[in-house]
């Protein structure tokens, strides 16, 4: 609630409708039968999309922090693509706590970039030159 400056009980309630709202365009993103529909209701929920973006079948574009994902001009994104602006590694509060604490950070993806289908793009804090799928050279942008 801090993150969005909300306090008390009716920022509480305001939290949970934004989630509400945010879930509902995003369940619209995932069965929408037109990629032009699916950048569509990404862009209502904050995302900023450039021009001629392809967004595949069932891409997941992070669901707690969308407005701080930006997708760039002539990108393609394939299907059940995971896009995340926070990384969180773990399920243990004690281990998310004391050792890996959430990382939140802006994530890019640049100009004419092309993401394989299954592939999971978090945020800064890890070593994505080990990673295949995004042309790493031309795309990802470090913040």
């Not at 990108?75 to 939140?104: D, L, Q, W």
């Not at 793009?121 to 080990?130: L, P």
């Amino acid at each position: 609630m801090d993150y969005y400056n909300y306090k008390g009980f009716f920022g509480k309630l305001k939290l949970y409708f934004k989630f509400l709202i945010d879930w509902i365009l995003q369940t619209l993103a995932h069965i929408s039968p037109h990629p032009g529909l699916t950048a569509a209701f990404h862009r209502m929920r904050g995302v900023r999309i450039g021009k001629c973006v392809y967004i595949g079948p069932r891409v997941h574009i992070d669901g707690d922090y969308p407005q701080l994902i930006t997708i760039e001009d002539f990108v393609s994104i394939g299907m059940n693509t995971m896009i995340f602006a926070h990384s969180n590694p773990t399920c243990s509060v004690v281990i998310k706590e004391k050792f890996y604490p959430r990382k939140v950070a802006p994530t890019t993806i640049k100009k004419r970039s092309l993401g394989s289908p299954w592939l999971y793009h978090f945020s800064r804090g890890h070593n994505w030159r080990k990673q295949c799928g995004w042309c790493w050279k031309c795309c990802y942008q470090r913040c």
